[in-house]
């Protein structure tokens, strides 16, 4: 199995984004995803940025996918999906069938998790659209992941998110900017203040959702670290953690330690627990609630 990290999905200034690729480049990951899927006014870095970005990361020897946005609200935002699509260099993640239209019949394209591809008919359909990779949805469970790798053909690979908080919906109103009594086109740029996130309580002051502009996530980080051999006895190729803005590098020696054997997964657990920026979960994977943390049981 590979390593792949996710496109990052929160805003923070241009230096620390470039920083934080440059540390990435030296790490163990194998895939690395850019571009903006969240939203459109941040404007930190521009495509020409993250097409810098992925040269320096292509030359530190990273397979580079660039990610399309997934709610398209404008003409100009239709227009940036468009470019990505045809930027004839880097493979591409179709975050929404706009973006799956503009790829079919002209190159190969990865299936990104927001796509809805929860049967075997619907993963057939899309890899004759072109799709040679696909990235399954966070609700999906490991028992129906078994289900569709028995019917997913040897061309089609598979990749799992299995680390960071989820991204579990978006908007077309951004939740950051109304905590902030701001209008969505006003926004004043909430979201720099808040690099991981702005978290959403309960009135028991119970960690309860975070809010990431447009986009609305998990308040706990989603963590298979512990599940990695059974990902490897139902064939997924890639796991799939996604950006933080602290300790992401440890994060990946954790995560590769674990794939190579030299790491037990119940000590790449324990030791991933202060590096997260919150409590751990993954109900998901075993068809509970998603914030719930249960034991892992054998494989499939």
Not at 149 to 178: I, K, N, W
Request: charged letters at 20%; glycine letters at 8%.
């Amino acid at each position: 199995m590979k390593i792949s990290l996710g496109p990052l999905l929160y805003y923070w200034q241009r230096e620390a984004t470039f920083e934080f690729y440059e540390a990435i480049a030296a790490t163990s990951v194998d895939v690395v995803y850019l571009g903006e899927t969240v939203c459109s006014r941040r404007h930190e870095l521009r495509l020409s940025d993250w097409l810098d970005i992925a040269a320096k990361l292509r030359a530190a020897g990273k397979e580079v996918v660039l990610s399309t946005q997934v709610l398209l609200e404008s003409g100009a935002e239709v227009g940036i999906m468009h470019k990505i699509a045809a930027n004839g260099d880097y493979l591409v993640e179709a975050n929404d069938m706009g973006a799956v239209q503009s790829l079919h019949g002209k190159v190969p394209f990865v299936a990104g998790p927001h796509l809805n591809l929860y049967n075997v008919p619907t993963l057939q359909w899309m890899a004759g659209l072109g799709a040679t990779r696909w990235v399954m949805p966070l609700e999906m469970k490991q028992i129906d992941l078994a289900v569709m790798q028995s019917g997913r053909g040897d061309a089609l690979q598979t990749e799992v998110f299995a680390y960071g908080r989820m991204p579990l919906a978006f908007s077309a109103r951004c939740f950051t900017a109304r905590h902030c009594n701001l209008p969505k086109d006003d926004c004043q740029f909430s979201c720099l203040a808040h690099p991981d996130g702005l978290m959403m309580r309960t009135r028991e002051s119970e960690d309860f959702l975070v809010l990431n502009g447009t986009q609305t996530q998990s308040a706990r980080v989603y963590n298979l670290v512990d599940s990695l051999a059974t990902m490897r006895s139902l064939g997924v190729d890639l796991v799939r953690l996604s950006p933080q803005s602290q300790h992401m590098a440890e994060v990946v020696a954790v995560f590769r330690a674990t794939m190579d054997g030299t790491l037990a997964p119940a000590d790449a657990f324990r030791k991933l627990l202060p590096l997260m920026p919150a409590q751990s979960c993954n109900g998901y994977w075993y068809g509970q609630p998603g914030l719930d943390q249960v034991q892992p049981m054998a494989a499939v």
